[in-house]
């Protein structure tokens, strides 16, 4: 297809909306309930983004051996950033440890999702035709939708977070 299809613009427009909230958590302090009720609308948001990403678009980039490779970095990374959200909902919101794991989060986050724009999307694209792209984005839009409303925030045990 070589341009940008609805579906990448759609997960772009996701990219944007996680950074805003990233930004948002960023300027909270303490166990506040602006911090909590920010961290749950990040962590829905990303779980269900990422649910979505992979049942639309990754199945069908995994079968194509052009940019097979890149979809299972992102696929890694997906499964790391998971990782780190329910260690930090296991964290203590008031200690230091929650922002610096959060600081951690944010520069993991901010990297996966500017290679995903930047390196993987254009690769997409070119792989991407017309009928694949409406059925992208319709796939991805239901589940993003179904993941949202199923999506919690998990944290690990608070005694088994990671230090």
Do not use: C
């Not at 911090?35 to 990403?53: G, M, P, Q, Y």
């Not at 290679?115 to 999307?121: A, G, K, Q, V």
């Amino acid at each position: 297809m070589n341009q940008q299809t609805t579906v990448l613009n759609r997960l772009t427009s996701d990219h944007d909306r996680q950074r805003e909230l990233l930004d948002k958590i960023a300027q909270t302090s303490g166990e506040s309930e602006e911090r909590r009720e920010l961290f749950v609308e990040l962590t829905k948001e990303l779980k269900s983004h990422a649910a979505a990403e992979e049942q639309a678009v990754y199945s069908e980039m995994l079968a194509d051996p052009e940019v097979s490779d890149e979809t299972r970095h992102s696929v890694a990374e997906h499964h790391e950033i998971d990782e780190m959200l329910n260690d930090l909902a296991a964290t203590d919101m008031s200690s230091p440890a929650w922002l610096q794991k959060f600081k951690q989060l944010d520069d993991r986050y901010r990297h996966h999702i500017n290679e995903e724009e930047d390196d993987h999307f254009p690769d997409f694209a070119e792989q991407i035709d017309e009928a694949m792209d409406k059925e992208m984005t319709e796939t991805f839009d239901e589940r993003k939708q179904a993941e949202k409303a199923m999506a919690e925030v998990t944290p690990e045990k608070a005694e088994d977070a990671k230090e």
